[in-house]
């Protein structure tokens, strides 16, 4: 029997596959909330609830990723950070029809904590985006892009119960986001700094969902 004596080459991980890897662990996707507000038949309250949140940390202006490109500090990232700042903008307005269209927020006990913790969670995320540690920044938006997809299927969920109607998304392919990354992660230095950056991001949404989880607990709607 010939025995091939080839020896297949492995491809190194990249910050990329290594971000992935942390969403997965530690992202929106792994969190039990997501799976009750995009199961079909979470309480009506529960997705206002949601989206009043996600809007309050993500809708204000200028906003993480325009701060981000603001501060500069990552220069060769700008072109990647240019296209995906145009994205989110398209989110945002979408964030904003739904808040509109979902009504009030619900009553709720502790509606003073809530709002200390939403406020802290928009702080954290500010640093973040002025972080001066190359690298750190635009891991914390490869992140938040990451986790988007998440946060966008409980913002569908909500649009399908509300009635309003569901935007395509208009990020750069999944596959540029990638390169991008792999690229400027490529020295060992610059990858940790974006996964540092990454961590920080996955951990304030791990943080919301489980705000909203307590808060669903004290309305009686989980």
């Not at 080459?9 to 969190?31: F, M, N, T």
């Amino acid at each position: 029997m010939m025995i091939s004596n080839a020896v297949t080459q492995i491809e190194p991980s990249s910050a990329w596959d290594a971000l992935v890897r942390l969403g997965a662990a530690d992202g929106s996707a792994a969190h039990p909330h997501i799976h009750r507000l995009t199961s079909g038949g979470p309480a009506q309250r529960n997705l206002s609830d949601a989206v009043h949140a996600v809007c309050a940390i993500h809708c204000h202006h200028p906003g993480m990723i325009a701060d981000v490109l603001a501060h500069a500090v990552h220069p060769e990232a700008t072109g990647w950070l240019t296209v995906v700042a145009a994205g989110f903008a398209d989110e945002r307005a979408y964030l904003a029809q739904l808040t509109a269209a979902v009504g009030p927020l619900p009553s709720t006990p502790g509606q003073a904590e809530s709002e200390s913790a939403l406020v802290g969670e928009r702080h954290a995320l500010e640093m973040l985006a002025r972080s001066e540690r190359t690298g750190c920044a635009t891991g914390a938006v490869a992140a938040l892009i990451h986790d988007w997809a998440s946060v966008r299927r409980v913002l569908d969920a909500a649009a399908d119960r509300f009635g309003v109607e569901t935007p395509p998304s208009t990020f750069p392919p999944a596959s540029e986001t990638a390169a991008a990354i792999a690229s400027l992660g490529a020295s060992p230095g610059r990858e940790r700094a974006i996964l540092f950056g990454a961590q920080q991001l996955f951990a304030q949404h791990r943080g919301l969902w489980s705000l909203l989880e307590a808060r669903s607990s004290a309305r009686g709607d989980l």
